[in-house]
């Protein structure tokens, strides 16, 4: 009950009704009152007149015929009286409008309670009509909005002021249509994400399926030495091996960007995940004559999913290894405070110049003065997706008498 008073339209409804009420009952006071003034004067009159039309045939007898006329009658004296008029007609059964003079007075409270009885239904007709329509208004409001968010106008938002249900009903629509346009956006979001994917996805597969094409039919239309058969053979498998590398880190990053996976995020040794992305990345810094040089003070634990982050440092270290000096080394350093945990990766080669930096983090950039023929362009790009996905930060530097260092920060707070 006390919810339902809480609706300003609904107090107001029972005030006015409360006010009319008190009106019509002090109206219905006044009313009485005149009645009963007038039945009154009617009383005096006829008492009057019989008492003249007495006194003037017995003047001896006005005395004892006032007296008579005020004094209070017995029961006794009352049904006598009853009994004389009914002899001649005149009984509690008789219609109203043969009383010369009580007529009268009823007929005026017959219309002043007609009067009164309609005034009341016209103002009780009146508020009804207006509280109605201001209801009806808000609902047709709100059914022409719906429709119109059918239609596709999903930015309409309907104002309102005033406490109470209705005011809560128009807050969940708005609510409602925010939460569509949300939707809305994230679903175009997504189309065009899935559309700039299949283009990439087309493009990055276009140029090897080519070569591959073209080795095949070089190989079916010549006749080639086995040495030369072989060379197109590993050539071919060289192409799939790049399709297949590029695939999956596609659907890796794809995963990764759509919120499709979900990290094991536990407390663990981050030296540990390092170490292992040394072991991983060994032969390949060998084959490069690059070593790899890990420095941490201590043991530091992150919150951090393994494999996943992995794949970030991988990516990262082989970076710099592919574009490390032969003979240098590769820097990896930890460290941690009450602020952040920073993994720096150092390495002296190929600089990337300024105007690259910004973009080295895009899908598919390639630089034009990259010295790498077969360079795709992504793996730094999932780094930083995995990196972010564990809310951290990765950067770059790079300067001709410093080398390149890629920096991946994870703030504490």
Request: hydrophobic fraction near 40%; proline fraction near 1%.
């Amino acid at each position: 009950m006390k919810e339902y008073f809480n609706n300003p339209e609904i107090k107001k409804s029972y005030i006015i009704f409360m006010i009319i009420m008190v009106i019509f009952l002090i109206a219905n006071y006044i009313m009485i009152q005149v009645s009963y003034e007038n039945i009154r004067s009617d009383y005096i009159k006829v008492l009057g007149g019989m008492t003249a039309k007495l006194v003037e045939n017995n003047p001896q007898l006005e005395t004892k015929i006032v007296l008579l006329m005020t004094k209070e009658l017995t029961k006794e004296e009352e049904e006598k009286g009853k009994e004389i008029l009914r002899q001649y007609g005149l009984s509690e059964s008789l219609e109203v409008s043969l009383f010369p003079y009580i007529k009268d007075s009823f007929r005026n409270s017959i219309m002043n309670i007609l009067f009164l009885g309609i005034i009341l239904t016209g103002i009780l007709f009146i508020l009804n009509y207006i509280q109605y329509r201001y209801f009806y208004t808000h609902i047709r409001s709100l059914s022409l909005a719906a429709k119109k968010i059918v239609e596709g106008d999903y930015n309409l938002k309907i104002n309102e002021t005033k406490e109470g249900d209705l005011s809560k009903l128009t807050q969940s629509f708005n609510a409602m249509g925010e939460v569509i346009r949300g939707n809305i956006f994230v679903l175009k979001k997504e189309k065009n994400f899935l559309v700039d994917l299949l283009s990439d996805i087309s493009h990055q597969l276009k140029t090897p399926l080519s070569t591959m094409i073209l080795y095949n039919d070089i190989m079916l239309s010549k006749n080639l030495t086995k040495e030369q058969a072989k060379t197109f053979l590993s050539n071919n498998r060289d192409q799939l091996n790049r399709m297949k590398w590029l695939i999956l880190n596609l659907l890796k990053l794809t995963k990764i960007d759509a919120n499709a996976i979900e990290l094991e995020i536990k407390e663990q040794s981050l030296n540990e995940t390092i170490e292992e992305v040394i072991e991983i990345l060994e032969n390949k810094a060998v084959e490069r004559n690059v070593k790899i040089d890990f420095i941490s003070s201590q043991d530091i634990s992150l919150s951090h999913d393994r494999l996943w982050l992995q794949e970030a440092f991988i990516n990262v270290v082989k970076n710099g290894i592919e574009h490390a000096d032969k003979g240098s080394h590769v820097l990896i350093d930890l460290k941690d405070n009450k602020a952040y945990t920073k993994i720096t990766i150092h390495n002296r080669g190929d600089v990337i110049k300024e105007e690259d930096l910004v973009n080295i983090f895009k899908r598919f950039y390639k630089s034009t003065y990259s010295k790498k023929s077969d360079s795709i362009g992504i793996g730094l790009s999932l780094a930083k997706s995995i990196v972010e996905k564990h809310g951290g930060y990765i950067e770059a530097t790079s300067q001709i008498d410093e080398g390149t260092s890629f920096i991946i920060t994870f703030f504490k707070f």
